[in-house]
């Protein structure tokens, strides 16, 4: 396996709070791999907030029973947003380190959404710094 040591090794010994749980019914409408029909059933089941499926196929049908469904550049889009990760860096270790693939046009597209919210963020950041400033001036 490509996965880096670490993952592996964390793989190993899993922590308390981690639970790992085979669904007790299989929807038999899904005509997907095993891995996608099994965290499908199980989300439905647990009435999961949000199920993490990259495979297109998978995610569609997710999508169609109704759950809230992200994708693994999603989950790392919404922790760049965050301030944890650098986006590009993990991507960049995500395609080196990892069996992880994903056409190089949904990767731009994901990067060019993290730099715009980041702009946007910016943006935001810098007006409400102006509009304390202009307040402060009023004030004093």
């Given at each position: 396996p490509r996965s880096p040591q670490e993952v592996r090794t964390w793989a190993s010994s899993l922590p308390e709070w981690l639970r790992v749980q085979d669904p007790t019914e299989i929807d038999p409408s899904l005509q997907?791999?095993?891995?996608?029909?099994?965290?499908?059933s199980l989300a439905i089941e647990l009435k999961a907030d949000r199920v993490l499926i990259d495979e297109r196929k998978g995610y569609k049908a997710a999508l169609q029973r109704g759950l809230n469904v992200t994708?693994?550049?999603?989950l790392l889009e919404e922790a760049s947003h965050r301030g944890l990760i650098d986006f590009d860096e993990t991507v960049?270790?995500?395609?080196?380190?990892?069996?992880?693939?994903?056409?190089?046009?949904?990767?731009?597209e994901f990067r060019r959404r993290v730099r715009e919210r980041r702009?946007?963020?910016?943006?935001?950041?810098?007006?409400?710094?102006?509009?304390?400033?202009?307040q402060g001036s009023e004030q004093g």
């Open positions: 997907l791999g095993v891995g996608e029909t099994a965290a499908i994708t693994t550049l999603g960049e270790r995500l395609d080196k380190e990892t069996t992880f693939y994903v056409t190089a046009d949904v990767i731009a702009h946007s963020q910016d943006q935001d950041r810098k007006t409400a710094e102006q509009q304390a400033d202009e």
